[in-house]
């Protein structure tokens, strides 16, 4: 009887009555395309950071013109331990620089954000309690960008138009939103990775070799619990001195950009 079946499937096969199973030309073993986090269309391919600041070139800044201009900027203010070190070092050397003003510092902090606007420099918005964003639904998401925008308002009389994304993390949909509410999202690309605790020498090194026209260079004044920011502290006025001898101008990034630093 078994010998019997096994001729019977060979027949069977042999005339063509037996057919594989069809195999997705996805391979097996790789993971179903992810949905942008937060959006509504499952079939919304998420795109890399990359991809989105090629597609949304107008709302996503990571550097200025190809000009001797360069934009030295600041996260995680307001920072008693560290900001008002930066903003003396600025103020010596007559820098205006840009500041991104994290909520829920700047309650406990106003006096820091007044004196950053007093003595000239630009202030932007980095969220209330600096969460990576992609993971948040688009009400929390909105929640964050609006509720510190009345903060610094209050402080800093206007509204900022530009965001920096804690982490430089930001999705499609978000950005479609910023777009709309004509906001401008502006990452960096020179990284002083200075929030490690880095040596004075390790951050010059890091600023100074990446460093060319139109560069947007991301430092820290402010940091969380046990932060090390000294080498930032040690190397800016060295910083600044060679960027000048190099030639290049020190800007803030509605120069740099050429955007306003309000919001409509």
């Known amino acids: 009887m078994r010998v019997r079946l096994i ?10 009555g037996y057919h594989a199973p069809v195999v997705s030309s996805r391979d097996a073993s790789s993971p179903p395309t992810e949905s942008v986090s937060g959006s509504d269309s499952a079939e919304e391919e998420q795109l890399t950071l990359g991809q989105l600041r090629q597609k949304y070139a107008d709302t996503f800044k ?15 203010v307001p920072d008693p331990r560290f900001t008002p070190q930066v903003l003396d070092i600025l103020k010596k050397y007559n820098v205006r620089a840009t500041f991104f003003i994290v909520g829920s510092r700047a309650e406990k902090h106003p006096d820091l954000v007044k004196r950053i606007v007093k003595e000239g420099h630009m202030v932007g918005n980095h969220s209330y309690n600096h969460p990576e964003f992609s993971k948040l639904s688009m009400n929390a998401f909105r929640k964050q960008i609006l509720h510190t925008g009345n903060i610094i308002r209050r402080l800093a009389g206007y509204t900022p138009k530009m965001i920096r994304p804690p982490y430089g993390d930001i999705n499609e949909e978000q950005l479609r939103w910023a777009a709309r509410q004509h906001y401008s999202i502006v990452n960096w690309n020179v990284d002083s990775l200075d929030w490690k605790g880095l040596s004075k020498e390790q951050v010059k090194d890091n600023i100074l070799s ?37 030639g290049y101008e020190l800007v803030t990034l509605d120069e740099m950009l050429g955007l306003p630093k309000a919001k409509d």
């Open 7 to 16: 001729m019977l499937m060979v027949i069977v096969i042999f005339l063509g």
């Open 62 to 76: 990571t550097n200025g013109p190809s000009t001797k201009k360069v934009a030295l900027t600041f996260d995680d």
């Open 210 to 246: 990446a460093v060319k026209p139109g560069s947007i260079v991301l430092q820290h004044a402010g940091g969380g619990v046990g932060s090390n920011l000294n080498g930032t502290i040690e190397a800016l006025p060295e910083i600044i001195e060679e960027l000048r001898n190099r």
